[in-house]
Protein backbone atom coordinates (compact mmCIF):
# COMPACT_ATOMS: atom_id res chain seq x y z
CA UNK A 1 0.00 0.00 0.00
CA UNK A 2 1.35 3.52 -0.75
CA UNK A 3 2.32 5.31 2.30
CA UNK A 4 -0.17 8.09 3.75
CA UNK A 5 0.97 11.89 2.70
CA UNK A 6 -1.33 13.43 5.43
CA UNK A 7 -4.27 13.22 7.64
CA UNK A 8 -8.03 14.26 8.37
CA UNK A 9 -8.81 14.39 11.82
CA UNK A 10 -12.73 12.73 12.39
CA UNK A 11 -14.75 13.28 15.85
CA UNK A 12 -18.26 11.24 16.83
CA UNK A 13 -18.89 12.55 20.24
CA UNK A 14 -16.33 12.44 22.51
CA UNK A 15 -13.83 10.07 20.60
CA UNK A 16 -11.70 11.30 17.79
CA UNK A 17 -9.76 9.62 14.89
CA UNK A 18 -7.07 10.41 12.40
CA UNK A 19 -7.50 9.47 9.42
CA UNK A 20 -4.61 8.76 6.45
CA UNK A 21 -4.78 10.38 3.29
CA UNK A 22 -3.08 8.38 0.79
CA UNK A 23 -1.85 10.33 -3.32
CA UNK A 24 -2.01 8.12 -5.78
CA UNK A 25 0.10 8.82 -9.10
CA UNK A 26 -2.76 10.22 -10.83
CA UNK A 27 -6.49 11.59 -9.72
CA UNK A 28 -7.71 12.19 -6.60
CA UNK A 29 -6.22 11.52 -2.88
CA UNK A 30 -7.98 8.64 -0.92
CA UNK A 31 -8.93 8.34 2.82
CA UNK A 32 -7.89 5.57 4.67
CA UNK A 33 -11.15 4.95 6.72
CA UNK A 34 -10.24 1.91 8.23
CA UNK A 35 -10.27 3.15 11.82
CA UNK A 36 -13.57 4.33 11.34
CA UNK A 37 -14.95 1.27 12.45
CA UNK A 38 -12.44 0.27 15.13
CA UNK A 39 -12.17 3.36 17.16
CA UNK A 40 -15.35 5.31 16.12
CA UNK A 41 -17.83 2.35 15.32
CA UNK A 42 -18.38 3.86 12.17
CA UNK A 43 -19.19 2.77 9.25
CA UNK A 44 -18.67 4.45 5.35
CA UNK A 45 -22.06 4.49 3.28
CA UNK A 46 -21.34 4.32 -0.10
CA UNK A 47 -24.40 3.10 -2.30
CA UNK A 48 -23.04 1.69 -5.41
CA UNK A 49 -19.63 2.58 -3.84
CA UNK A 50 -19.45 4.91 -6.45
CA UNK A 51 -17.37 7.37 -3.81
CA UNK A 52 -15.19 4.33 -2.65
CA UNK A 53 -11.76 3.08 -4.07
CA UNK A 54 -11.97 -0.61 -3.61
CA UNK A 55 -8.47 -1.04 -4.30
CA UNK A 56 -5.19 -0.18 -5.37
CA UNK A 57 -4.05 -0.73 -9.28
CA UNK A 58 -1.22 0.44 -11.25
CA UNK A 59 -2.94 -0.61 -15.09
CA UNK A 60 -5.65 1.89 -15.74
CA UNK A 61 -6.63 5.44 -15.04
CA UNK A 62 -9.47 7.55 -15.69
CA UNK A 63 -10.56 11.12 -15.50
CA UNK A 64 -13.74 12.13 -16.49
CA UNK A 65 -13.39 15.62 -16.02
CA UNK A 66 -10.31 15.83 -18.17
CA UNK A 67 -11.78 12.72 -21.10
CA UNK A 68 -8.82 10.62 -20.64
CA UNK A 69 -8.07 7.24 -20.30
CA UNK A 70 -4.60 5.71 -19.93
CA UNK A 71 -3.92 1.96 -19.85
CA UNK A 72 -0.52 2.09 -17.95
CA UNK A 73 0.52 5.14 -18.39
CA UNK A 74 -0.35 5.30 -22.46
CA UNK A 75 -3.55 7.65 -23.61
CA UNK A 76 -5.54 5.41 -25.55
CA UNK A 77 -5.53 7.14 -28.36
CA UNK A 78 -2.44 6.81 -28.92
CA UNK A 79 -2.84 2.70 -28.58
CA UNK A 80 -5.76 2.74 -30.69
CA UNK A 81 -3.79 4.28 -33.67
CA UNK A 82 -0.71 2.89 -33.44
CA UNK A 83 -0.82 -0.58 -31.90
CA UNK A 84 -2.55 -4.18 -31.97
CA UNK A 85 -4.45 -5.44 -29.41
CA UNK A 86 -2.37 -8.03 -28.67
CA UNK A 87 0.32 -5.41 -28.07
CA UNK A 88 -1.99 -3.81 -26.15
CA UNK A 89 -3.01 -7.55 -23.98
CA UNK A 90 0.74 -7.54 -23.42
CA UNK A 91 0.86 -4.37 -22.05
CA UNK A 92 -2.01 -4.75 -19.83
CA UNK A 93 -0.42 -8.18 -18.44
CA UNK A 94 3.38 -7.06 -18.18
CA UNK A 95 2.70 -3.06 -17.35
CA UNK A 96 4.88 -2.57 -20.15
CA UNK A 97 4.93 -2.57 -24.31
CA UNK A 98 6.91 -5.72 -25.49
CA UNK A 99 10.29 -5.51 -27.92
CA UNK A 100 10.04 -7.60 -30.99
CA UNK A 101 11.22 -10.56 -29.73
CA UNK A 102 8.51 -10.44 -26.77
CA UNK A 103 5.92 -9.49 -29.55
CA UNK A 104 6.60 -12.51 -31.68
CA UNK A 105 6.72 -14.77 -28.37
CA UNK A 106 3.53 -13.58 -26.84
CA UNK A 107 1.68 -13.79 -30.35
CA UNK A 108 2.49 -17.25 -30.80
CA UNK A 109 1.65 -18.29 -27.60
CA UNK A 110 -1.86 -16.52 -28.01
CA UNK A 111 -2.19 -18.94 -31.25
CA UNK A 112 -1.03 -22.34 -29.79
CA UNK A 113 -3.30 -21.95 -26.87
CA UNK A 114 -6.35 -20.29 -29.43
CA UNK A 115 -7.30 -23.59 -29.43
CA UNK A 116 -9.92 -25.78 -27.66
CA UNK A 117 -10.02 -28.91 -25.92
CA UNK A 118 -12.23 -31.25 -28.66
CA UNK A 119 -13.93 -32.41 -25.58
CA UNK A 120 -15.03 -28.79 -25.05
CA UNK A 121 -17.16 -29.00 -28.50
CA UNK A 122 -19.64 -31.38 -26.71
CA UNK A 123 -20.59 -28.54 -24.41
CA UNK A 124 -22.34 -26.70 -27.28
CA UNK A 125 -24.70 -29.40 -28.00
CA UNK A 126 -26.15 -29.49 -24.86
CA UNK A 127 -27.32 -25.69 -25.45
CA UNK A 128 -30.56 -25.41 -27.33
CA UNK A 129 -30.21 -23.73 -30.71
CA UNK A 130 -32.23 -20.37 -29.46
CA UNK A 131 -29.46 -19.45 -26.32
CA UNK A 132 -28.15 -16.25 -25.61
CA UNK A 133 -24.63 -16.80 -26.78
CA UNK A 134 -23.79 -14.89 -23.40
CA UNK A 135 -25.35 -17.24 -21.59
CA UNK A 136 -23.30 -20.20 -23.94
CA UNK A 137 -19.83 -17.91 -23.45
CA UNK A 138 -20.29 -17.62 -19.79
CA UNK A 139 -21.12 -21.51 -19.29
CA UNK A 140 -18.39 -22.59 -20.81
CA UNK A 141 -15.43 -20.02 -19.98
CA UNK A 142 -16.24 -20.88 -16.39
CA UNK A 143 -15.96 -24.50 -17.46
CA UNK A 144 -12.77 -23.93 -18.21
CA UNK A 145 -11.02 -25.14 -14.94
CA UNK A 146 -11.91 -28.63 -15.27
CA UNK A 147 -9.94 -28.81 -18.09
CA UNK A 148 -7.04 -26.96 -17.14
CA UNK A 149 -6.98 -28.59 -13.26
CA UNK A 150 -3.78 -26.11 -12.81
CA UNK A 151 -5.50 -23.40 -12.93
CA UNK A 152 -6.26 -24.22 -9.50
CA UNK A 153 -2.96 -23.40 -8.13
CA UNK A 154 -3.11 -19.55 -7.95
CA UNK A 155 -0.31 -19.48 -5.43
CA UNK A 156 2.17 -20.40 -8.65
CA UNK A 157 2.94 -17.52 -11.08
CA UNK A 158 3.99 -19.22 -13.80
CA UNK A 159 0.50 -21.00 -13.45
CA UNK A 160 -0.72 -17.81 -13.08
CA UNK A 161 0.24 -16.14 -16.31
CA UNK A 162 -0.58 -19.76 -18.47
CA UNK A 163 -4.06 -19.24 -17.18
CA UNK A 164 -4.03 -15.75 -18.48
CA UNK A 165 -2.46 -16.84 -21.75
CA UNK A 166 -5.24 -19.64 -22.38
CA UNK A 167 -7.76 -17.25 -21.13
CA UNK A 168 -7.43 -14.55 -24.01
CA UNK A 169 -6.53 -17.16 -26.37
CA UNK A 170 -9.46 -19.13 -26.47
CA UNK A 171 -12.48 -16.68 -25.70
CA UNK A 172 -12.83 -15.86 -29.21
CA UNK A 173 -12.91 -18.88 -30.33
CA UNK A 174 -15.40 -19.75 -27.52
CA UNK A 175 -17.75 -16.34 -28.59
CA UNK A 176 -17.00 -17.12 -32.70
CA UNK A 177 -18.24 -21.04 -31.91
CA UNK A 178 -21.04 -19.73 -29.81
CA UNK A 179 -22.35 -17.42 -33.12
CA UNK A 180 -21.78 -20.58 -35.26
CA UNK A 181 -23.72 -22.43 -33.16
CA UNK A 182 -26.74 -20.21 -32.71
CA UNK A 183 -26.45 -20.10 -36.35
CA UNK A 184 -26.53 -23.51 -37.11
CA UNK A 185 -23.22 -23.16 -38.72
CA UNK A 186 -20.22 -25.36 -38.78
CA UNK A 187 -17.20 -24.72 -36.20
CA UNK A 188 -14.13 -22.95 -37.87
CA UNK A 189 -10.60 -23.92 -36.33
CA UNK A 190 -8.22 -20.32 -35.82
CA UNK A 191 -5.33 -20.41 -38.14
CA UNK A 192 -1.46 -19.43 -37.21
CA UNK A 193 -1.29 -17.46 -40.13
CA UNK A 194 -4.06 -14.70 -38.80
CA UNK A 195 -4.02 -12.19 -36.15
CA UNK A 196 -5.95 -11.67 -33.01
CA UNK A 197 -8.52 -9.95 -34.89
CA UNK A 198 -8.23 -11.56 -37.89
CA UNK A 199 -9.14 -14.86 -36.67
CA UNK A 200 -12.07 -14.32 -34.73
CA UNK A 201 -13.53 -12.57 -38.11
CA UNK A 202 -12.16 -16.03 -39.24
CA UNK A 203 -14.45 -18.16 -37.17
CA UNK A 204 -17.00 -15.75 -37.17
CA UNK A 205 -17.50 -15.79 -40.96
CA UNK A 206 -15.55 -18.38 -42.88
CA UNK A 207 -17.06 -21.33 -44.11
CA UNK A 208 -15.79 -24.63 -45.56
CA UNK A 209 -17.38 -24.53 -48.67
CA UNK A 210 -14.97 -21.72 -50.01
CA UNK A 211 -11.48 -19.20 -49.06
CA UNK A 212 -12.23 -16.71 -46.61
CA UNK A 213 -11.15 -13.37 -47.89
CA UNK A 214 -9.97 -11.16 -44.95
CA UNK A 215 -10.79 -7.15 -45.84
CA UNK A 216 -7.41 -5.39 -43.33
CA UNK A 217 -10.31 -2.66 -42.94
CA UNK A 218 -12.53 -4.45 -41.51
CA UNK A 219 -9.96 -6.41 -39.25
CA UNK A 220 -8.40 -3.05 -38.25
CA UNK A 221 -11.82 -1.78 -37.25
CA UNK A 222 -12.35 -5.21 -34.71
CA UNK A 223 -8.80 -5.06 -33.69
CA UNK A 224 -9.46 -0.95 -32.56
CA UNK A 225 -12.76 -2.29 -30.87
CA UNK A 226 -11.09 -4.61 -29.05
CA UNK A 227 -8.51 -2.31 -28.15
CA UNK A 228 -10.71 0.25 -26.75
CA UNK A 229 -13.22 -2.23 -24.50
CA UNK A 230 -10.13 -3.95 -22.98
CA UNK A 231 -10.46 -2.51 -19.87
CA UNK A 232 -12.07 0.48 -18.39
CA UNK A 233 -11.00 0.54 -14.60
CA UNK A 234 -13.21 -0.88 -11.29
CA UNK A 235 -16.38 -0.96 -13.42
CA UNK A 236 -19.02 -3.37 -12.57
CA UNK A 237 -17.99 -6.44 -14.10
CA UNK A 238 -14.23 -5.45 -13.45
CA UNK A 239 -15.02 -5.55 -9.62
CA UNK A 240 -16.64 -8.48 -9.97
CA UNK A 241 -13.78 -10.31 -11.01
CA UNK A 242 -12.03 -9.12 -8.10
CA UNK A 243 -14.68 -9.82 -6.07
CA UNK A 244 -14.68 -13.31 -6.30
CA UNK A 245 -11.05 -13.44 -6.98
CA UNK A 246 -10.62 -12.59 -3.48
CA UNK A 247 -12.30 -15.50 -2.45
CA UNK A 248 -9.02 -17.97 -3.66
CA UNK A 249 -11.15 -19.25 -6.50
CA UNK A 250 -9.55 -20.11 -9.92
CA UNK A 251 -9.18 -17.56 -12.52
CA UNK A 252 -12.02 -19.18 -15.55
CA UNK A 253 -15.08 -19.05 -12.33
CA UNK A 254 -14.05 -15.23 -11.79
CA UNK A 255 -13.83 -14.29 -15.76
CA UNK A 256 -17.27 -15.99 -15.52
CA UNK A 257 -18.53 -14.09 -13.03
CA UNK A 258 -17.64 -10.98 -14.61
CA UNK A 259 -18.89 -11.96 -17.89
CA UNK A 260 -22.58 -12.58 -16.06
CA UNK A 261 -22.12 -8.99 -15.03
CA UNK A 262 -20.78 -7.49 -17.69
CA UNK A 263 -24.57 -9.30 -19.38
CA UNK A 264 -26.46 -6.57 -17.81
CA UNK A 265 -28.21 -3.76 -19.89
CA UNK A 266 -26.76 -1.16 -18.03
CA UNK A 267 -23.21 -2.38 -18.38
CA UNK A 268 -22.15 -4.43 -21.31
CA UNK A 269 -25.87 -3.71 -23.61
CA UNK A 270 -25.55 -0.22 -24.24
CA UNK A 271 -24.13 -0.55 -28.19
CA UNK A 272 -27.62 -3.19 -28.04
CA UNK A 273 -29.35 -0.28 -27.23
CA UNK A 274 -28.51 1.87 -29.51
CA UNK A 275 -29.97 -0.24 -32.34
CA UNK A 276 -33.29 -0.82 -30.14
CA UNK A 277 -33.53 2.98 -30.65
CA UNK A 278 -32.70 3.34 -33.86
CA UNK A 279 -35.58 0.64 -34.87
CA UNK A 280 -38.30 2.22 -32.61
CA UNK A 281 -37.14 5.29 -34.56
CA UNK A 282 -37.72 3.75 -38.09
CA UNK A 283 -37.40 6.66 -40.32
CA UNK A 284 -35.47 9.81 -41.14
CA UNK A 285 -37.94 11.90 -40.69
CA UNK A 286 -39.06 10.80 -37.25
CA UNK A 287 -35.92 11.71 -36.09
CA UNK A 288 -36.90 15.63 -34.90
CA UNK A 289 -40.15 14.53 -32.81
CA UNK A 290 -37.57 11.52 -31.37
CA UNK A 291 -35.57 14.44 -30.29
CA UNK A 292 -38.34 16.23 -29.05
CA UNK A 293 -39.51 13.33 -27.26
CA UNK A 294 -35.79 13.28 -25.49
CA UNK A 295 -36.08 16.94 -24.49
CA UNK A 296 -39.22 16.41 -23.05
CA UNK A 297 -38.75 14.58 -19.20
CA UNK A 298 -41.89 13.71 -18.78
CA UNK A 299 -41.91 11.57 -21.72
CA UNK A 300 -39.21 8.59 -20.79
CA UNK A 301 -37.72 8.90 -23.65
CA UNK A 302 -33.47 8.06 -23.53
CA UNK A 303 -31.15 9.19 -26.09
CA UNK A 304 -28.97 5.46 -26.18
CA UNK A 305 -25.45 6.19 -27.55
CA UNK A 306 -25.00 9.67 -25.99
CA UNK A 307 -22.84 10.77 -22.84
CA UNK A 308 -21.31 9.21 -20.48
CA UNK A 309 -21.37 8.26 -16.74
CA UNK A 310 -17.32 8.66 -16.36
CA UNK A 311 -16.77 11.25 -18.95
CA UNK A 312 -18.14 14.48 -18.15
CA UNK A 313 -17.51 16.02 -21.27
CA UNK A 314 -16.76 13.37 -24.50
CA UNK A 315 -16.03 9.58 -24.63
CA UNK A 316 -12.00 9.45 -26.06
CA UNK A 317 -13.02 6.29 -27.17
CA UNK A 318 -15.84 7.65 -29.76
CA UNK A 319 -13.60 9.59 -32.03
CA UNK A 320 -11.37 6.89 -32.68
CA UNK A 321 -14.87 4.84 -32.79
CA UNK A 322 -16.35 7.13 -35.04
CA UNK A 323 -13.64 7.18 -37.87
CA UNK A 324 -13.82 3.12 -37.86
CA UNK A 325 -17.16 3.21 -38.10
CA UNK A 326 -16.56 5.78 -41.29
CA UNK A 327 -14.09 3.64 -42.44
CA UNK A 328 -15.91 0.45 -42.81
CA UNK A 329 -18.96 1.89 -44.39
CA UNK A 330 -16.76 3.43 -47.12
CA UNK A 331 -14.73 0.03 -47.47
CA UNK A 332 -18.10 -1.86 -47.57
CA UNK A 333 -19.44 0.61 -50.12
CA UNK A 334 -22.79 1.30 -47.48
CA UNK A 335 -24.14 4.04 -48.01
CA UNK A 336 -28.32 3.30 -48.12
CA UNK A 337 -28.37 1.10 -45.28
CA UNK A 338 -31.49 2.47 -43.69
CA UNK A 339 -30.13 2.05 -40.22
CA UNK A 340 -27.16 3.33 -40.86
CA UNK A 341 -28.38 6.69 -42.81
CA UNK A 342 -30.84 7.14 -39.83
CA UNK A 343 -27.89 6.78 -37.39
CA UNK A 344 -25.56 9.33 -39.11
CA UNK A 345 -28.35 11.90 -39.30
CA UNK A 346 -29.35 11.34 -35.89
CA UNK A 347 -25.43 11.81 -34.98
CA UNK A 348 -24.96 15.16 -36.79
CA UNK A 349 -28.56 16.43 -35.83
CA UNK A 350 -27.41 16.02 -31.94
CA UNK A 351 -24.07 17.40 -32.30
CA UNK A 352 -25.77 20.68 -34.26
CA UNK A 353 -28.52 20.70 -31.46
CA UNK A 354 -27.81 23.68 -28.78
CA UNK A 355 -29.64 21.41 -26.11
CA UNK A 356 -26.99 18.19 -26.65
CA UNK A 357 -24.45 20.80 -26.65
CA UNK A 358 -25.04 22.67 -23.37
CA UNK A 359 -25.66 19.50 -21.45
CA UNK A 360 -22.10 17.48 -23.23
CA UNK A 361 -24.12 14.67 -24.48
CA UNK A 362 -21.93 13.54 -27.37
CA UNK A 363 -21.80 10.15 -29.32
CA UNK A 364 -19.94 7.54 -27.03
CA UNK A 365 -17.98 4.65 -28.04
CA UNK A 366 -21.17 2.30 -27.62
CA UNK A 367 -22.80 4.77 -30.48
CA UNK A 368 -20.12 3.43 -33.13
CA UNK A 369 -19.85 0.15 -32.09
CA UNK A 370 -22.92 -1.14 -32.96
CA UNK A 371 -23.56 0.68 -36.04
CA UNK A 372 -20.11 -1.10 -36.85
CA UNK A 373 -21.53 -4.92 -36.11
CA UNK A 374 -24.60 -3.84 -37.72
CA UNK A 375 -22.66 -2.82 -40.78
CA UNK A 376 -20.77 -6.16 -40.61
CA UNK A 377 -23.80 -8.36 -40.70
CA UNK A 378 -23.48 -8.68 -36.23
CA UNK A 379 -26.78 -9.71 -35.04
CA UNK A 380 -27.17 -7.83 -31.87
CA UNK A 381 -27.39 -10.79 -29.64
CA UNK A 382 -23.51 -11.52 -30.45
CA UNK A 383 -22.62 -7.54 -29.26
CA UNK A 384 -21.86 -8.28 -25.51
CA UNK A 385 -19.50 -11.31 -26.25
CA UNK A 386 -17.19 -9.35 -28.27
CA UNK A 387 -17.48 -6.69 -25.53
CA UNK A 388 -16.47 -10.04 -22.94
CA UNK A 389 -13.79 -10.88 -25.71
CA UNK A 390 -12.74 -7.46 -25.08
CA UNK A 391 -12.69 -7.07 -21.80
CA UNK A 392 -11.28 -9.95 -20.68
CA UNK A 393 -7.76 -9.02 -21.12
CA UNK A 394 -8.83 -6.38 -18.37
CA UNK A 395 -10.38 -8.82 -16.40
CA UNK A 396 -7.55 -11.19 -16.18
CA UNK A 397 -4.93 -8.59 -15.97
CA UNK A 398 -6.92 -7.19 -12.79
CA UNK A 399 -7.26 -10.67 -11.21
CA UNK A 400 -3.21 -11.14 -11.59
CA UNK A 401 -2.31 -7.87 -10.40
CA UNK A 402 -4.94 -8.79 -7.29
CA UNK A 403 -3.40 -12.31 -6.55
CA UNK A 404 0.13 -11.01 -6.70
CA UNK A 405 -0.64 -7.72 -4.59
CA UNK A 406 -3.02 -7.52 -0.86
CA UNK A 407 -5.31 -10.11 -1.68
CA UNK A 408 -8.25 -9.71 0.82
CA UNK A 409 -11.76 -11.54 0.93
CA UNK A 410 -13.87 -8.48 -0.04
CA UNK A 411 -16.79 -8.30 2.51
CA UNK A 412 -18.95 -5.34 2.59
CA UNK A 413 -21.18 -4.32 5.44
CA UNK A 414 -24.17 -2.59 5.01
CA UNK A 415 -27.08 -0.19 6.40
CA UNK A 416 -29.56 -2.55 8.50
CA UNK A 417 -33.34 -0.85 8.27
CA UNK A 418 -35.06 -4.19 9.07
CA UNK A 419 -36.80 -5.15 11.99
CA UNK A 420 -34.76 -4.95 15.63
CA UNK A 421 -34.57 -7.96 18.06
CA UNK A 422 -37.90 -9.88 18.01
CA UNK A 423 -38.50 -13.24 19.35
CA UNK A 424 -40.33 -16.25 18.06
CA UNK A 425 -44.22 -17.34 19.10
CA UNK A 426 -45.69 -20.44 18.03
CA UNK A 427 -47.90 -20.09 15.29
CA UNK A 428 -50.90 -20.91 17.58
CA UNK A 429 -50.26 -17.81 19.33
CA UNK A 430 -49.66 -15.25 16.01
CA UNK A 431 -52.57 -13.02 15.01
Not at 88 to 102: D, G, I, K
Not at 198 to 205: A, G, K, P, R
Not at 225 to 236: F, P, R, S, T
Request: with cysteine.
Amino acid sequence: MTKPVSSVSVTAGDESVSLPIIKGTMGPDVIDIHALSSALGLLNYDPGFVGTASCESKITFIDGEKSLLLYRGYPIEELAERATFTEVAYLLLNEELPNVEQYRHFSQLLKKQSLLHEQIRNFFNGFRRDAHPMAILCGTVGALSAFYHEAVDISNEASRMLSAIRLIAKIPTIAAWAYKYTQGETFMYPRSEYSYSENLLYMMFATPMEPYVMNPVVARAIDRILILHADHEQNASTSTVRLAGSTGANPFACISAGIAALWGPAHGGANEAVLKMLDSIGRKENIPAFIEKVKDKNSGIRLMGFGHRVYKNFDPRAKIMQNACHDVLNELGITHEPLLELAMELEKIALEDPYFIERKLYPNVDFYSGIIFRALGIPSSMFTPLFAVARATGWISQWKEMIEGTQRINRPRQLYTGASLRHFTPISTRD
